[in-house]
Protein backbone atom coordinates (compact mmCIF):
# COMPACT_ATOMS: atom_id res chain seq x y z
CA UNK A 1 0.00 0.00 0.00
CA UNK A 2 3.07 2.41 0.60
CA UNK A 3 3.47 3.39 -3.05
CA UNK A 4 -0.50 3.90 -3.97
CA UNK A 5 -1.20 6.94 -5.26
CA UNK A 6 2.88 7.53 -6.47
CA UNK A 7 1.48 8.01 -9.86
CA UNK A 8 -1.39 8.47 -11.99
CA UNK A 9 -1.90 5.79 -14.62
CA UNK A 10 -1.48 7.02 -17.68
CA UNK A 11 -2.63 3.92 -19.71
CA UNK A 12 -6.04 3.30 -21.44
CA UNK A 13 -7.58 -0.55 -21.20
CA UNK A 14 -10.13 0.77 -23.82
CA UNK A 15 -13.14 0.06 -21.33
CA UNK A 16 -16.15 2.10 -22.34
CA UNK A 17 -15.69 5.52 -20.47
CA UNK A 18 -12.15 4.98 -20.20
CA UNK A 19 -10.17 8.52 -19.18
CA UNK A 20 -6.31 9.43 -18.81
CA UNK A 21 -7.17 11.29 -16.13
CA UNK A 22 -8.88 8.25 -14.10
CA UNK A 23 -8.67 8.19 -10.37
CA UNK A 24 -9.98 5.09 -10.02
CA UNK A 25 -10.00 2.32 -12.55
CA UNK A 26 -11.72 -1.41 -12.36
CA UNK A 27 -10.86 -4.06 -14.71
CA UNK A 28 -12.60 -7.48 -15.75
CA UNK A 29 -14.46 -7.01 -12.17
CA UNK A 30 -16.77 -9.90 -11.10
CA UNK A 31 -17.82 -10.32 -7.54
CA UNK A 32 -19.58 -13.16 -6.64
CA UNK A 33 -21.85 -13.67 -2.94
CA UNK A 34 -21.24 -17.60 -3.04
CA UNK A 35 -22.30 -19.05 -5.92
CA UNK A 36 -23.99 -16.15 -7.02
CA UNK A 37 -22.49 -13.67 -9.02
CA UNK A 38 -23.98 -10.09 -8.22
CA UNK A 39 -21.34 -7.93 -10.45
CA UNK A 40 -20.19 -9.37 -14.05
CA UNK A 41 -17.07 -8.49 -15.80
CA UNK A 42 -17.08 -4.70 -15.11
CA UNK A 43 -14.63 -2.13 -16.72
CA UNK A 44 -14.98 1.18 -16.16
CA UNK A 45 -12.82 4.16 -15.18
CA UNK A 46 -13.92 6.43 -12.34
CA UNK A 47 -12.33 10.42 -13.47
CA UNK A 48 -10.82 12.31 -11.11
CA UNK A 49 -13.10 15.62 -9.55
CA UNK A 50 -16.28 14.09 -11.81
CA UNK A 51 -19.39 12.75 -10.06
CA UNK A 52 -20.55 9.34 -11.69
CA UNK A 53 -23.45 8.44 -11.15
CA UNK A 54 -24.54 4.86 -11.19
CA UNK A 55 -28.23 3.89 -12.03
CA UNK A 56 -30.05 0.39 -12.70
CA UNK A 57 -33.08 -1.38 -11.01
CA UNK A 58 -32.82 -3.20 -7.57
CA UNK A 59 -30.33 -6.09 -7.01
CA UNK A 60 -28.26 -4.99 -10.10
CA UNK A 61 -25.23 -5.19 -8.53
CA UNK A 62 -24.71 -1.45 -8.56
CA UNK A 63 -23.98 -1.04 -4.61
CA UNK A 64 -21.95 -4.10 -4.63
CA UNK A 65 -19.56 -2.39 -7.12
CA UNK A 66 -19.38 0.53 -4.91
CA UNK A 67 -18.62 -1.12 -2.15
CA UNK A 68 -15.84 -3.11 -4.29
CA UNK A 69 -14.32 0.44 -4.71
CA UNK A 70 -12.83 0.48 -0.86
CA UNK A 71 -12.91 -3.07 -0.61
CA UNK A 72 -16.39 -2.87 1.95
CA UNK A 73 -17.21 -6.49 0.40
CA UNK A 74 -14.16 -7.68 2.80
CA UNK A 75 -16.28 -7.63 5.16
CA UNK A 76 -19.30 -10.01 3.57
CA UNK A 77 -18.76 -13.53 4.54
CA UNK A 78 -18.75 -15.67 1.17
CA UNK A 79 -18.09 -12.49 -1.22
CA UNK A 80 -14.92 -13.50 -3.72
CA UNK A 81 -14.15 -11.29 -6.40
CA UNK A 82 -12.06 -11.46 -10.02
CA UNK A 83 -10.75 -8.82 -12.11
CA UNK A 84 -8.65 -5.72 -10.40
CA UNK A 85 -9.81 -2.49 -8.74
CA UNK A 86 -6.82 0.59 -8.95
CA UNK A 87 -6.51 3.89 -7.03
CA UNK A 88 -4.52 6.16 -9.48
CA UNK A 89 -2.65 3.07 -11.40
CA UNK A 90 -2.21 0.79 -8.14
CA UNK A 91 -4.22 -2.61 -7.24
CA UNK A 92 -6.36 -1.92 -3.90
CA UNK A 93 -6.57 -5.44 -3.34
CA UNK A 94 -4.15 -8.07 -2.70
CA UNK A 95 -2.55 -9.66 0.57
CA UNK A 96 0.23 -6.57 1.43
CA UNK A 97 -2.42 -4.23 0.94
CA UNK A 98 -3.89 -2.91 4.25
CA UNK A 99 -8.14 -2.19 3.26
CA UNK A 100 -8.22 0.41 6.22
CA UNK A 101 -5.49 2.41 4.48
CA UNK A 102 -8.17 2.31 1.21
CA UNK A 103 -10.79 3.38 3.29
CA UNK A 104 -8.74 6.09 4.70
CA UNK A 105 -8.53 7.31 0.70
CA UNK A 106 -11.63 6.19 -0.46
CA UNK A 107 -14.54 7.32 2.03
CA UNK A 108 -17.92 6.06 2.22
CA UNK A 109 -21.38 7.47 2.87
CA UNK A 110 -23.98 4.94 3.32
CA UNK A 111 -28.04 4.86 2.69
CA UNK A 112 -29.17 6.17 6.23
CA UNK A 113 -27.00 8.13 8.30
CA UNK A 114 -25.28 6.19 11.07
CA UNK A 115 -23.72 8.89 13.64
CA UNK A 116 -22.10 7.97 16.85
CA UNK A 117 -23.62 8.17 20.07
CA UNK A 118 -20.88 11.32 20.28
CA UNK A 119 -20.96 14.78 20.37
CA UNK A 120 -21.11 16.68 17.06
CA UNK A 121 -17.11 17.35 17.21
CA UNK A 122 -16.22 13.81 18.28
CA UNK A 123 -18.42 11.99 15.06
CA UNK A 124 -15.77 14.22 13.03
CA UNK A 125 -12.70 13.94 14.49
CA UNK A 126 -13.44 10.37 15.06
CA UNK A 127 -11.07 8.90 11.91
CA UNK A 128 -8.60 11.30 12.94
CA UNK A 129 -8.09 10.04 16.88
CA UNK A 130 -8.30 6.70 15.14
CA UNK A 131 -5.16 7.78 13.00
CA UNK A 132 -3.46 8.78 16.47
CA UNK A 133 -3.88 12.33 16.15
CA UNK A 134 -3.82 13.75 19.27
CA UNK A 135 -3.47 17.65 18.94
CA UNK A 136 -6.13 19.77 20.07
CA UNK A 137 -5.48 23.03 17.72
CA UNK A 138 -5.41 19.94 14.68
CA UNK A 139 -8.80 18.35 15.77
CA UNK A 140 -10.59 21.74 16.13
CA UNK A 141 -9.51 23.13 12.60
CA UNK A 142 -10.29 20.06 10.92
CA UNK A 143 -13.80 19.60 12.47
CA UNK A 144 -14.21 23.44 11.17
CA UNK A 145 -13.10 22.75 7.99
CA UNK A 146 -14.54 19.04 7.43
CA UNK A 147 -18.17 20.99 8.71
CA UNK A 148 -18.06 23.61 6.12
CA UNK A 149 -17.15 21.49 2.95
CA UNK A 150 -20.08 19.65 4.20
CA UNK A 151 -22.23 22.83 4.71
CA UNK A 152 -23.01 22.33 7.97
CA UNK A 153 -20.94 25.03 10.21
CA UNK A 154 -23.32 27.40 10.45
CA UNK A 155 -25.84 25.09 11.42
CA UNK A 156 -23.92 23.62 14.84
CA UNK A 157 -20.59 25.65 15.23
CA UNK A 158 -22.54 26.49 18.79
CA UNK A 159 -23.28 22.92 19.38
CA UNK A 160 -20.52 21.11 18.97
CA UNK A 161 -20.72 19.34 22.20
CA UNK A 162 -24.25 18.17 21.45
CA UNK A 163 -24.81 14.25 20.71
CA UNK A 164 -24.63 13.76 17.04
CA UNK A 165 -27.94 11.83 17.63
CA UNK A 166 -29.92 15.39 17.91
CA UNK A 167 -29.55 16.39 14.47
CA UNK A 168 -32.00 16.07 12.19
CA UNK A 169 -31.86 13.26 9.63
CA UNK A 170 -30.66 15.48 6.69
CA UNK A 171 -28.12 17.12 9.39
CA UNK A 172 -26.93 13.57 10.26
CA UNK A 173 -26.41 12.57 6.39
CA UNK A 174 -24.25 15.82 6.09
CA UNK A 175 -22.55 15.17 9.53
CA UNK A 176 -21.97 11.70 8.32
CA UNK A 177 -20.30 13.26 5.34
CA UNK A 178 -17.98 15.78 7.08
CA UNK A 179 -17.28 12.78 9.10
CA UNK A 180 -15.99 11.18 5.53
CA UNK A 181 -14.53 14.29 5.08
CA UNK A 182 -12.17 14.78 7.78
CA UNK A 183 -9.48 12.38 6.56
CA UNK A 184 -9.19 13.90 3.47
CA UNK A 185 -10.30 10.66 1.15
CA UNK A 186 -9.43 10.87 -2.37
CA UNK A 187 -12.48 9.51 -3.53
CA UNK A 188 -15.83 9.38 -1.74
CA UNK A 189 -18.59 6.58 -2.57
CA UNK A 190 -22.34 7.73 -1.36
CA UNK A 191 -24.75 5.04 -1.62
CA UNK A 192 -28.41 6.38 -2.25
CA UNK A 193 -27.28 8.75 0.52
CA UNK A 194 -30.55 10.74 -0.01
CA UNK A 195 -33.21 7.99 -0.21
CA UNK A 196 -34.43 8.58 3.74
CA UNK A 197 -34.22 12.53 3.36
CA UNK A 198 -37.05 14.58 2.76
CA UNK A 199 -37.27 16.41 -0.35
CA UNK A 200 -35.33 20.15 1.45
CA UNK A 201 -32.91 17.79 2.92
CA UNK A 202 -32.49 15.86 -0.37
CA UNK A 203 -31.60 19.26 -2.03
CA UNK A 204 -28.79 20.06 0.64
CA UNK A 205 -27.34 17.21 -0.26
CA UNK A 206 -27.38 17.77 -4.10
CA UNK A 207 -26.21 21.06 -3.61
CA UNK A 208 -23.52 19.54 -1.47
CA UNK A 209 -22.17 16.70 -4.13
CA UNK A 210 -22.34 19.41 -7.01
CA UNK A 211 -19.83 21.31 -5.33
CA UNK A 212 -17.68 19.15 -3.40
CA UNK A 213 -16.59 17.71 -6.75
CA UNK A 214 -13.96 20.35 -6.76
CA UNK A 215 -12.21 18.70 -4.07
CA UNK A 216 -12.54 15.09 -4.18
CA UNK A 217 -13.94 12.46 -6.87
CA UNK A 218 -17.24 11.44 -6.32
CA UNK A 219 -18.85 8.32 -6.97
CA UNK A 220 -22.93 8.38 -6.14
CA UNK A 221 -25.88 5.18 -6.16
CA UNK A 222 -28.94 6.33 -6.70
CA UNK A 223 -32.28 5.32 -7.79
CA UNK A 224 -33.53 8.64 -8.65
CA UNK A 225 -32.62 9.20 -11.86
CA UNK A 226 -33.98 12.97 -11.91
CA UNK A 227 -31.13 13.60 -8.94
CA UNK A 228 -28.22 11.62 -11.20
CA UNK A 229 -29.11 13.92 -13.94
CA UNK A 230 -28.63 16.79 -11.77
CA UNK A 231 -25.68 16.45 -9.84
CA UNK A 232 -23.50 13.52 -12.19
CA UNK A 233 -21.03 14.63 -15.47
CA UNK A 234 -21.40 10.67 -16.39
CA UNK A 235 -23.67 7.96 -15.70
CA UNK A 236 -23.47 4.01 -16.16
CA UNK A 237 -26.40 2.20 -16.49
CA UNK A 238 -26.43 -1.19 -14.18
CA UNK A 239 -28.40 -3.99 -15.07
CA UNK A 240 -27.99 -8.18 -13.97
CA UNK A 241 -24.65 -7.54 -12.78
CA UNK A 242 -23.62 -5.90 -16.07
CA UNK A 243 -22.69 -2.49 -16.51
CA UNK A 244 -24.40 -1.82 -20.02
CA UNK A 245 -23.66 1.70 -20.40
CA UNK A 246 -21.69 4.45 -19.45
CA UNK A 247 -21.58 8.24 -20.97
CA UNK A 248 -22.33 11.61 -20.57
CA UNK A 249 -24.92 12.38 -18.24
CA UNK A 250 -26.91 14.18 -21.10
CA UNK A 251 -26.22 11.53 -23.16
CA UNK A 252 -27.44 8.79 -21.41
CA UNK A 253 -30.76 10.46 -20.58
CA UNK A 254 -31.41 11.73 -23.78
CA UNK A 255 -29.12 9.71 -26.38
CA UNK A 256 -28.67 6.13 -24.75
CA UNK A 257 -27.40 3.97 -27.28
CA UNK A 258 -28.24 0.57 -25.95
CA UNK A 259 -31.90 -0.85 -25.67
CA UNK A 260 -31.77 -1.54 -22.24
CA UNK A 261 -30.84 1.53 -20.90
CA UNK A 262 -33.68 3.53 -23.27
CA UNK A 263 -35.89 0.77 -21.81
CA UNK A 264 -35.25 2.06 -17.94
CA UNK A 265 -34.96 5.78 -18.74
CA UNK A 266 -38.00 5.76 -20.30
CA UNK A 267 -39.85 3.65 -17.19
CA UNK A 268 -40.47 -0.01 -19.53
CA UNK A 269 -39.29 -1.31 -16.78
CA UNK A 270 -37.14 -1.22 -13.24
Known amino acids: MANVGDRLSAASHGTSGASQSAKMRAINLTVRYGSK ?18 IGPSGCGKSTFLRSLNRMNDTVEGVTLSGSVELEGEPI ?40 ERDRGILAGTVERALRQAALWEEVKDRLDDSGLSLSGGQQQRLCIARALAVEPEVL ?48 FFYMGRLVEIDDTTNIFTRPQERETEDYITGRFG
Open 93 to 132: YGPHIDPVLVRRRVGMVFQRSNPFPKSIFENVAYGLRIAG
Open 37 to 54: EAVTDVSLDVRANEVLAL
Open 189 to 236: LMDEPASALDPIATAKVEDLVSELCEIVTIVIVTHNMQQAARVSQRTG
